[in-house]
C-alpha cells in the first residue's frame, strides 16, 4: 500500500509541508460514542500495512495502533457521547469529534485532509477525501486509532452492561444486540434517537 503514502505526499508542496490525516469511528452504532481522530507524520514515514481499518482483522490494527503512535508527529483524539449524538444529530457530532481531535495535536499542520465529504470549520485549509480511508496513508493511520480508541471504550463499557454484548459488536446493531434490548430495555449508554424502530416494533408487538 505504497500508493497511499504516495497520494498525501502529493498535497506536499515542500519538506516541511505538514498534513494531518482524520477519520472517525462509530457512526452508525446504536450505543456509545463516536470517535474521531487526527495524525501527523513526517513526510518520510511510511509503515506497511496501515490500509482501511475496515480491510483489517482486530489484532492488525491493534498491532498497527502501536507502531503509529511511535512513529507519529503527533496525534489526537476526539469523542462525542450518546447524549450529545442525540442533541446535535450524528453528522454534527462526527464534525465535532474530529474538530477535536485537531485541536488535540501539538504540532500545527499546513492542511487537513478528512475522510468523507463534510467538512467542520478551521482555519486552517481543509480537504475532505470521500473513500480516504482507502486511499491515503494518515488518513487510513487516523482511522485504525480511531477504531482500536473506540473498540477499548466498548470493551469497557462492555463490562458495567454486559447484557448487550459489547465487547462483541461494539454497540453496532447486531441481531444479538437488538434482541438484547428488546428484552432488557436501553441503558444509559444508547443513542435514543437511533432506537425509534427498535422501540416502535416493540410496541407493536406488546399490542398484538
Known amino acids: 500500500m505504497k500508493e497511499n503514502k504516495e497520494f498525501d505526499l502529493k498535497f506536499c508542496t515542500s519538506k516541511t509541508f505538514?498534513?494531518?490525516g482524520v477519520d472517525e469511528a462509530g457512526r452508525g452504532p446504536l450505543a456509545g460514542p463516536v470517535v474521531a481522530a487526527a495524525v501527523i507524520f513526517d513526510n518520510d514515514t511510511f509503515i506497511p500495512g496501515v490500509n482501511d481499518s475496515k480491510q483489517l482483522s482486530e489484532l492488525q490494527r491493534e498491532?498497527?495502533?502501536k507502531i503509529i503512535k511511535q512513529q507519529a508527529l503527533t496525534f489526537g483524539y476526539g469523542i462525542v457521547?450518546?447524549?450529545?449524538i442525540d442533541k446535535i444529530n450524528i453528522l454534527q457530532a462526527t464534525l465535532k469529534a474530529m474538530k477535536n481531535a485537531v485541536s488535540k495535536l501539538n504540532v500545527k499542520p499546513d492542511l487537513i485532509i478528512i475522510d468523507g465529504n463534510k467538512s467542520f470549520y478551521?482555519?486552517?485549509?481543509?480537504?475532505?477525501?470521500?473513500?480516504g480511508d482507502a486511499q491515503s496513508f494518515s488518513i487510513a493511520a487516523a482511522s485504525i486509532l480511531a477504531k482500536v480508541k473506540r473498540d477499548k471504550l466498548m470493551k469497557k463499557a462492555a463490562m458495567k452492561y454486559p447484557n448487550y454484548l459489547w465487547e462483541k459488536n461494539k454497540g453496532y446493531g447486531t441481531k444479538e444486540h437488538i434482541s438484547a434490548i428488546k428484552e432488557f430495555g436501553y441503558s444509559d449508554l444508547h443513542r435514543k434517537t437511533f432506537l425509534t424502530r427498535i422501540i416502535n416494533e416493540e410496541i407493536q408487538e406488546k399490542l398484538i
Open 81 to 84: 457521547n450518546e447524549n450529545i
Open 63 to 65: 498491532d498497527l495502533e
Open 122 to 131: 478551521s482555519k486552517i485549509p481543509t480537504k475532505t477525501i470521500v473513500k
Open 18 to 20: 505538514l498534513l494531518a
